[in-house]
């Protein structure tokens, strides 16, 4: 048994190496990703280096294809769509990679999956993608700073939330596997949203979401609320959970920011379910889920209205919107590039389901970069944001420094 899966996981690793690698090599944007529940592993290429270049707004008009969505739109780090213009995917346990319909094949002959995690290495140690993102990691009392800045310009009513995030850098190891580290998480993480995506204009990342931004399927919309963080403790982590008066009131903000975007849009016929309790990567969030029958409704355009009204969220940036992210304009002492913007899979199979860039890192030379935030309300203390934000970073950190 023991050699059947050595067998089986070598195998899904030479797919995944061989999807980036004939991307690299044929200068292709590429992404892969695993849906939160499932074992199928889906992977997109287009070689169009410009990528496609249509409006944006319109999901139900995209082509089927990836996108990648920045925090903040700026020249330098614009929203990328990758068509689909190949596609390829396989279930985790089969015994062999599955070709599905409109396949095209990886090109994995006589070749070992080693040669090809070392060229993926050494192509991340080349990569000239620039970055915006400071050169060193944020320092605790700097983060702390902006922390404390955040809490005072809540009691003074400025605002009611706001969401500062860090940035941390690693070393990238010299064994660094970038399919091992994907499967790993895809097994450790079953219920967040595994990616992987790279174009010249975003450079390499990797991350594993708990955060659904929208959903559509036939008639159904779909979104969430989730705010409140704490480690998973014990055998039975849901059922040790105890959350603070902070944490509660952190997420019911990003529930009403969800409730109030419906009422500016006049839509009263939803289901809200939750809070309730969910592990995501090692941690405890609070999470409410919201429903709506487009057709019932009459709204078929929901999900592009609601993509427009929901990001940034508060979860991401804060309440009120527009005060929040001027206070991250301020007090952020880097670009959070495509961190907390929003991703996934447009139109793939009937379905449309963008999460947010969360729990991600970015591959970048010889550093890779880490990213995490931490939700501000007047009950915050200083301290155990840091501390929150350094467990988020660990969601990815300790696979990629770990092989």
């Given at each position: ?283 405890l969030h609070l999470k409410s889920e919201f429903l709506v029958d487009m ?109």
């Amino acid at each position: 048994m023991e050699a059947t899966n050595t067998q089986l996981k070598a195998s899904k690793e030479l797919v995944i190496s061989s999807f980036f690698v004939n991307a690299f090599r044929s200068n292709a944007s590429i992404a892969v990703w695993r849906k939160p529940g499932s074992s199928k592993v889906e992977s997109i290429t287009d070689k169009d280096p410009d990528g496609y270049d249509g409006p944006l707004k319109d999901l139900d008009l995209l082509p089927p294809g990836f996108m990648i969505h920045p925090f903040n739109n700026s020249q330098q780090h614009p929203p990328l769509y990758i068509k689909a213009s190949s596609y390829y995917s396989f279930h985790l346990n089969n015994e062999a990679p599955e070709e599905s319909e409109n396949t095209e094949l990886p090109e994995v002959a006589d070749v070992k999956e080693e040669e090809l995690a070392a060229e993926i290495r050494e192509f991340i140690l080349k990569s000239q993608v620039k970055s915006t993102a400071i050169t060193s990691t944020t320092t605790k009392s700097s983060f702390i700073a902006t922390v404390t800045k955040a809490i005072e310009a809540i009691n003074s009513g400025d605002l009611y939330k706001v969401v500062p995030a860090k940035i941390k850098h690693i070393e990238l190891p010299e064994d660094f596997d970038l399919a091992s580290v994907f499967l790993k998480l895809c097994e450790i993480y079953p219920k967040a949203f595994i990616n992987c995506f790279y174009s010249e204009k975003t450079g390499l990342w990797i991350g594993a979401s708990p955060e659904t931004l929208i959903k559509t399927k036939g008639d159904e919309f779909y979104t969430m609320a989730l705010a409140g963080t704490q480690k998973a403790k014990g055998e039975d982590p849901l059922k040790n959970a105890a959350w603070t008066q902070k944490e509660i009131e952190e997420q019911a903000l990003v529930s009403r920011y969800i409730v109030d975007c419906f009422k500016k849009i006049r839509l009263r016929e939803y289901s809200e379910i939750g809070p309730k309790t969910t592990v995501a990567g090692g941690l405890l969030h609070l999470k409410s889920e919201f429903l709506v029958d487009m057709k019932n409704t009459n709204f078929p355009q929901l999900g592009s209205v609601m993509l427009a009204l929901l990001h940034p969220t508060s979860a991401v940036c804060g309440m009120p919107k527009e005060k929040a992210m001027e206070f991250l304009q301020r007090h952020e002492a880097f670009d959070r590039e495509y961190f907390s913007g929003f991703i996934g899979p447009v139109n793939m199979n009937e379905e449309t389901v963008l999460f947010v860039n969360l729990r991600c890192a970015k591959l970048n030379n010889k550093k890779t970069l880490l990213f995490a935030g931490a939700g501000i309300t007047e009950d915050s203390v200083p301290e155990k944001e840091w501390e929150e934000t350094e467990m988020k970073c660990n969601i990815i950190g300790q696979f990629i420094q770990t092989q």
